[in-house]
């Protein structure tokens, strides 16, 4: 029950702050056949529930796969793209159809024995994609290959304020009536950006972007993307990764990329700090800076543990709002997870580095190099030549980044004569 709590609390931010935003959620043909595909029904539903405006788009490779081999068909393909002849359309027609049909059935039940038991929602689709043919490439006809010329945005959002789920097939129509198949991708990628949706979700089998050494890649630049790219070269997690930077470039404020596989994935990614995913996001996810007044609570709430453990020296509130403008803070999220302090000593070219603190969910990401990198950066910009920390417990810490001990002796006579001989702290100094 206490980790319930918790959780609940540290989720309510991101509850109160996703309600009434627009989510465009991208769900490939895979995601729907896969045996997790019941519990992201009821996580979607959630989401609704919460005052989220929903705008689903499915996709349905696998199930024009299966139409084309039943009928004997050969699939084609040019630079990964589907050729979709006439006998190839019937087959989407009918996958995309059937697949619909399908969510809008699965979106309609009452989740009996789940947490959305007795609720009730809406589900609209129709002509909201208007699309235009690929045409010919390279010489290769792609026949009712499309790709989408305009998303409805009126239409969409009328639907969305009378509370639907917006649900849009991988099909688009061209004025003259023909019909288009086209990337579920490229549906999701403009409708987040004509909708300037808050948010573009996109579900793939990988937990999200996986780097060269198997870890998870938490969070990126749009700018960054081309590398990894280049890296991946012609697979499912580029696609997705390409239509996250997209719709970054477009006004999306962030993309995320989940899995299909991971029961939960959605909602860890968007009522947790760290999410489940990978987040590609136009603005800092986690940010360095200089502390501000209104930090102060934050900073409270970080260093409080560590005074109670005599790590740190107490500090009160008031001292903390007349000294703010010493501390560097790393912020993530809204909150204050890493902190450091820069006092310069008077009479001295001299400064003590302070008060360094990370939280301990985050102490192995290189938070406390980068405030000491921002510390040592601030003294030489104010023309301090040595920089003195006082330790009782992380002695080894600032011995491994170029600390050498040191002594009262050395210290400048104004901070000498503060020294706490009770608490004896061991006394260290590097040349800047």
Not at 281 to 307: C, K, N
Not at 388 to 410: I, K, N, Y
């Amino acid at each position: 029950m206490p980790e319930y709590v918790n959780w609940l609390r540290h989720a309510s931010p991101y509850i109160n702050a996703h309600r009434d935003c627009t989510f465009v959620v991208m769900l490939p043909g895979d995601g729907v056949e896969h045996p997790n595909f019941g519990n992201i029904v009821h996580d979607l539903v959630l989401l609704h529930s919460l005052g989220v405006r929903l705008v689903l788009v499915h996709g349905s490779r696998p199930q024009i796969e299966a139409r084309l081999a039943a009928r004997g068909l050969t699939p084609h393909y040019h630079h990964g793209m589907r050729i979709t002849d006439a006998a190839t359309l019937e087959c989407v027609i009918d996958a995309v159809g059937q697949l619909r049909i399908a969510i809008e059935a699965r979106l309609s039940m009452d989740m009996a024995s789940s947490p959305m038991q007795g609720s009730r929602l809406r589900v609209a689709s129709g002509n909201l994609v208007t699309a235009r043919p690929i045409g010919v490439l390279e010489g290769v006809d792609y026949h009712h290959t499309g790709e989408v010329r305009r998303v409805d945005r009126k239409g969409i959002n009328r639907l969305l304020d009378e509370r639907s789920i917006v649900l849009l097939s991988p099909l688009g129509y061209s004025p003259t009536g023909e019909i288009f198949n086209l990337a579920c991708e490229d549906v999701a990628t403009r409708a987040a950006i004509d909708l300037g949706a808050d948010k573009l979700l996109l579900f793939g089998a990988d937990l999200g972007l996986i780097d060269e050494h198997g870890r998870l890649v938490r969070e990126l630049r749009p700018q960054q993307v081309p590398a990894h790219l280049q890296r991946l070269g012609s697979n499912y997690q580029a696609e997705l990764l390409d239509a996250a930077a997209e719709a970054c470039r477009g006004g999306v404020a962030r993309s995320h990329i989940v899995s299909y596989a991971e029961n939960g994935a959605l909602l860890t990614e968007l009522f947790t700090r760290d999410g489940g995913g990978t987040l590609v996001a136009q603005e800092q996810f986690e940010v360095v800076r200089e502390a501000a007044i209104e930090d102060v609570g934050g900073l409270l709430d970080l260093i409080s543990p560590l005074e109670e453990q005599g790590i740190l020296v107490r500090r009160s509130r008031e001292v903390l709002e007349r000294e703010i403008e010493q501390f560097s803070v790393v912020e993530r999220e809204g909150m204050i997870i890493a902190c450091a302090a820069l006092y310069q000593i008077a009479e001295s070219d001299a400064g003590e580095l302070a008060c360094l603190a990370v939280n301990p969910e985050y102490r192995h990401g290189g938070r406390g190099d980068e405030l000491l990198e921002r510390i040592e950066n601030r003294a030489r910009a104010q023309g301090l030549k040595t920089l003195f920390v006082l330790t009782t417990r992380t002695a080894h810490w600032f011995r491994e980044r170029g600390f050498v001990p040191s002594s009262v002796d050395r210290l400048p006579s104004a901070r000498a004569s503060l020294y706490n001989y009770q608490r004896n702290s061991k006394i260290f100094e590097k040349a800047l």
